[in-house]
């Protein structure tokens, strides 16, 4: 990946004997001594502190963008981002039908009106969903880049709303790590994207978020709406706190300078999987598909199953086996028929899919791995080449 590489990047030695999922323990260490520094300087808000001046410049530098804020959550960004768009009621935005339901939260919460974009195999809208949707009255549409994965239609996206003179959000919550564009990193595209340090996402600090943009003077107010005390006002206005701590940004930043090595790891491993489910399971669809690994952050392998019930027989099999999946069940909050507002159109049906997850895991022992695939496949009745190795 020809990502930016950051100024200290970091390396993780030794690469994990068993595997690691929860990633963010790989740079403990250098998190521990960063904390201990914040703890120790006495400063521990965003407001004085250095911690999280360091996370958003560095942050602004690796997506390629002018201007970095941090703030409490994804989400809270988010909304601080409509708000300063001047979203608001009689406006609408269109949100994908697959993506978390607090970013449809965040637009109802402006008092806006939520219109849901159906979904496609590659878990993202194409733009022809979008289009039946976008009118005089739409303020903002929001493309989510799914389980590691570039949105597969966002420079069309983009070029569209573009014409039509409506900001696009990107919202790059779950893909840290991931590009588009000879693989830059994503979140280049939108008016603002936002990214998230949740704890199950590739960079997790527990909460928190990170808005991105160009436009200073939208930036400005952002700060202004997210309660940062020293930014003047563009007029007297209700300042909320979305603040992030220095805390959660010291436990953030080391992560970020591992951020490419830990993707460079995590495709090595992620490229054997998909090739083991391409050749030897019953999946239709693998993703990432093989014109688009290097866009992946390597984080998952995804897959369409024939059926919902053959999705569910291995999420079973995954969770008896200790192999960390995700199949979407009924309720599952990340897709649109759990929201009060649901798509107007026909999405694929997402009960069908399954994705791994892909450990950190020392390249010696990467054949244990597939190995606990394959069987898990087999398990489940999936597995179509049981003697291939
Ligand atoms: C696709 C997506 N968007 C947005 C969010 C919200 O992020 P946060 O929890 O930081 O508000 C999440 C978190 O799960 C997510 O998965």
Redesign the pocket.
Known sequence: MTSHRLETPLHYSPVPESPVYGYGCLTAEPQLERVSRAIASGRLSAIGGSQVPELERLTAFYTGRAYALATS???AGLEVALRALGIGGGWEVVVPAL??V??AGAVAATGATVRVAPIEESLTPSWDHIAPLVGPTTAAVVV?H?RGRPASDIARIAAELRNREIPLIE?C??AWGAGNDHSRPVGRYGKVAVF?V?AYKLIAAG?G?LTVCDDADLMAKMRTLAGDTRVPAYRPTWRGNSRMSEITAALAIPQLQALDDLTGQLRRLQRQVADLLTEQSSAEIVLPQDREPDDSNGMHVGAWWPSAQAAQTLWQECYSTGLCAWHPTPGDLHSHHAWPVQAESESADISRYLDLQIPALHPRLHHTFLDSVRSTLDKAGLLTRPDAR
Do not use: I, R
Request: charge should be negative.
């Open positions: 959550s994804a989400t993506g978390w607090s970013v989510a799914l919202d919550a779950q998230s949740q909460e978020g």
